[in-house]
């Protein structure tokens, strides 16, 4: 059961290393000969704890984890994240500091103001450090707000300060980890660029994201969180301080006590994220991958750069995605053309965010450097036939 | 890639029909020739949307789902459920009542022992209809209390009452859907015994649980909720009434919304489910599957009945468990040995719960009659020579 490379770009859930699919779909049926599949095993069988530590300790080794931090896996996805964010380090800082902090929110495209939301929803203290859209002409996302328009909170009563580093919709990514308040916890969305460049994890109480993008299939979620900020105070405080209360399967401290396998983490799911950290390993690692990326990022934006006439990049310069080019074909009827002529190609998972139009490239780990060479020609191509 | 039949007896994640497993197997590659696999593609395109109609059609025709119910797929699993529960009922009580309503619990194992503590903590005013364990002599779970000793809350303040329809760490399984007070809505986790036996639906405001047991695998959980009890009263009349907010990625109403798709939903995970329910289908639906459930059970309980001086079976009869039947052996270091024999045939999965040990064997759907009948020659087998 083997596939020709897909030259497959959509944002997500993404292309992952074919070697990788085709051992995983092997594991399906019949895992190390047990006669049963990945999907089948007890999740705290033998097999499975492996499978969980190996995608720990793969994860560790690439990211070069220090031993404050921990990883562990939960469900719910990016957006289950949102959630237990507020509720799980509101009740760190609470048994810290015997306060309800007030937590600040970069808004830099959908994804982060999908979160501001939900914290204030679940009723945090929310101040935006900067709202994107009030630093563009047209007020849509499509930079990061210069650093000395950031307004955070009193450090002194900050329970942690949110971005998100890249942006999948608004195709916008921090040029460098925001430099945040001394003292002040940072939670970082990695959910579309994790592993796609080094990273110094002591800056961050908790990285987290939904694994759909780089990293492995939907139905699990990673997290990297600052051991220290584990214990939460207990819910009669919580209750006093008007801190909404940790649903067990969303505790951090439960999860981890319990090596993830508190709830029923998807097994096959774990395996995908051990196999492809695994791969990344042998290639390498981080370094290797993130020149890879830039290599990549950097030869497709140029080709769209050489054709402006055609093509419309609304993003900063600066703030480019290395993940997600985002851009719009001047010219009707242009984007559909483009769109379907690619997929006569085998180009395909090009069209936009249902939410803002036009195309999207994902440049993520699993697109090869000769994919990405395809569809740069292309770019050209159909430059030189309908500008 | 085709498997022998497993004869595999564990709780969960469990086994499932080898010909879906196979299938997924291969759509994990390849899906419908797109070139990219189920864990690949997006879970808004054309293809995911057929998988998720296509499961949720197949369960809502299974289980004669009535137009007044509606069926959607979270992440989560049973935990998750617990928690989401007391969010979205509480909220629905208050949109109509205006009111913070009480809950009513059954506590008749392991599974409802934890959804109770789930609604302690999370703010609901909890009643207990009957704790199981103070009706046996050792004061573990292993009967479902007489129904004269129920103690409902006040029908006009009750928001739902709560039961596990089958315990699979304690073996036990109501024999009948327990008969409530009139006008409160009835609560079901059905994570071990969906689908093993006909079901009145319109009885039920909502029935759930985690997939991975009679209907797919880990990473995603089934919902059947009355239609009447999506829509929630706003967060500040929630806040007002102190009903904790729901967090959006487990809000029923945003999710049946956006067709079980507002968070990524694990497509392979759906997959799954649609296709072992198209087999259950084409088997000739519950009928045909629940007069094999009884059958095999009754074969296996038969069996140990028959040996009562070496098996042990502490459910009471009446509420014995056709899904996981649990017993100890007599005779020091029998059980180990049980387990080694079975094993040695080729019969895994057999350990009991590792908080009451002993030996469970799980009959879902997927145990054949041929597994279920291997097994009873071996538990009689097994017993000519030890007791």
Redesign the interface.
Known sequence: ????H?N?Y???????P?EV??D???G???YQGL???L??????SGQATEIINGAKNNLKQLLDVPDTHEVFFA??????G??AIVYNLLGAYAKETGKKGKVDYFITGDWSK?ATD?AI???ADVNVVSDSRKFTDNGKFGVIAPQDTWTFSDPKDTAYVYYCDNETVAGVEFPETPKIPEGVELVADMSSNILSKVLDVSKFGLIFG?A?KNIG????SFYIIKKSLLPKAD?ATL?KLDI??T????DFEIIVKNNSA????????VY?VEKVSEQLIKKGGLKVQQKEAEEKAASLYAALDAHKKLYNLPVAVADRSKMNIVFTIHGEGLEDKFLKEAAAK?L??LKGH?SVGGIRISNYNAVTVQSAELLKDFINEFAKQNE
Chains 1, 2 share one sequence.
């Open positions: 059961m083997t596939r020709p897909p497959y959509g944002a997500g859930p993404a292309l992952l074919s699919i085709e995983a779909a092997a399906m049926v019949n006669g049963i599949g999907g089948e095993i007890s999740h705290r469900q719910g996805g990016g957006s289950g949102f959630a999908k939900e929803k679940l009723g939904g759909q299939i939907a139905g699990v819910v209750r909404a209360v649903p067990s399967f969303m508190y709830n029923t983490v998807s097994i096959p799911a995908v085998g395909t998972g249902r």
